[in-house]
C-alpha cells in the first residue's frame, strides 16, 4: 500500500513537471516563381510602347506596358503565362517616375521605379533605366532594367 501511494505521488509530480508545448506553427513556403522572357508577339499593346529588360543587350525582354499614365495595361510572363496587369497608381516626371500595375486577382504586382534617359528625336524614343520589384503571391524578385519607350 505504502508503496502505491509512493508511486501516485511520484506520477503526480511528474505530470506537474511536464508542461504540454502545442507544436509551432509551420514557416510559410516561399512561392517559388519565374519571371520569364516575353515572346515575340506578346502583349496586345498599340501605339506608344515601354519595354524593359533585364540586362544591357536587350535580348531579355520582361515587361511592357502601354506608355500611358492612367487606364495602361501591362504584360508579364510568369511562370510560362503571359498575364495581363491593369496600371493602378502612376506618378511621372521629366526624370523619372514609378509606375505599379496590379493583376485583377491581386495576384500579382509590378513596381515600375525608373529614370528617364535619353531622347532620340529621329526615332520618337526615350531611353530609360531603373528597377522592377515583381510580387507573386507574396514572394518578391527585383530586377535591374534597361529599356525604353518608343512611339
Given at each position: 500500500?505504502?508503496?502505491?501511494?509512493?508511486?501516485?505521488?511520484?506520477?503526480?509530480?511528474?505530470?506537474?513537471?511536464?508542461?504540454?508545448?502545442?507544436?509551432?506553427?509551420?514557416?510559410p513556403?516561399?512561392?517559388?516563381?519565374s519571371?520569364?522572357?516575353?515572346?515575340?508577339?506578346?502583349?496586345?499593346?498599340?501605339?506608344?510602347?515601354?519595354?524593359?529588360?533585364?540586362?544591357?543587350?536587350?535580348?531579355?525582354?520582361?515587361?511592357?506596358?502601354?506608355?500611358?499614365?492612367?487606364?495602361?495595361?501591362?504584360?508579364?510572363?510568369?511562370?510560362?503565362?503571359?498575364?495581363?496587369?491593369?496600371?493602378?497608381?502612376?506618378?511621372?516626371?521629366?526624370?523619372?517616375?514609378?509606375?505599379?500595375?496590379?493583376?485583377?486577382?491581386?495576384?500579382?504586382?509590378?513596381?515600375?521605379?525608373?529614370?528617364?534617359?535619353?531622347?532620340?528625336?529621329?526615332?520618337?524614343?526615350?531611353?530609360?533605366?531603373?528597377?522592377?520589384?515583381?510580387?507573386?503571391?507574396?514572394?518578391?524578385?527585383?530586377?535591374?532594367?534597361?529599356?525604353?519607350?518608343?512611339?
Amino acid at each position: 500500500m505504502k508503496h502505491a501511494a509512493a508511486l501516485t505521488v511520484v506520477a503526480i509530480v511528474l505530470a506537474g513537471c511536464h508542461s504540454v508545448v502545442p507544436d509551432a506553427p509551420a514557416a510559410p513556403v516561399p512561392a517559388v516563381f519565374s519571371v520569364d522572357d516575353m515572346a515575340d508577339g506578346d502583349g496586345n499593346i498599340t501605339g506608344c510602347t515601354t519595354t524593359l529588360y533585364r540586362d544591357t543587350t536587350r535580348r531579355h525582354q520582361i515587361f511592357v506596358e502601354d506608355d500611358v499614365e492612367s487606364g495602361g495595361v501591362g504584360y508579364i510572363r510568369i511562370n510560362g503565362q503571359l498575364l495581363k496587369l491593369d496600371l493602378t497608381r502612376s506618378s511621372h516626371s521629366d526624370t523619372g517616375g514609378l509606375s505599379v500595375f496590379t493583376s485583377a486577382d491581386k495576384d500579382v504586382q509590378v513596381v515600375e521605379d525608373f529614370l528617364t534617359g535619353a531622347a532620340h528625336q529621329e526615332s520618337d524614343s526615350v531611353d530609360s533605366t531603373g528597377s522592377l520589384s515583381v510580387t507573386y503571391r507574396g514572394a518578391v524578385q527585383s530586377f535591374i532594367f534597361t529599356g525604353g519607350t518608343a512611339c
